[in-house]
């Protein structure tokens, strides 16, 4: 007998058709020199996830692509704020003693 999970995890809800047309408005929003570089990253992403979706017929990769961008710019007032304070990590954990690399 083969151990099979008792349940599987609820895939998320696909984004919505204008999710993408969204991200570049929030894109195009942000700061100047962020904007400038988030752009043509998006695209590329977009780009390279519409490429692959054509080609296996599978919407997985754009759902792929709004979401890490979603994540990215939900997430970027937290990062400026963090880099605003000076980037005090003194309540963080050392990378090398979570790795179990104790030299």
Known sequence: MSAQPDHL????????PRA???LLTRIRAERPERAKRWLPA???DWAKALEDSRQTYDLSPLH????TWRA???SAP???EF???GMDDDD???LSQLAGDNR
């Open 83 to 85: 880099i605003a304070t």
């Open 20 to 22: 993408a047309a969204q």
């Open 42 to 44: 998006f695209e590329r």
């Open 72 to 74: 990215r710019l939900d």
């Open 9 to 16: 995890p609820t895939a998320p809800p696909p984004p919505s």
């Open 64 to 67: 792929d692509v709004v979401r």
């Open 92 to 94: 963080g954990i050392d």
């Open 78 to 80: 937290a990062v400026d």
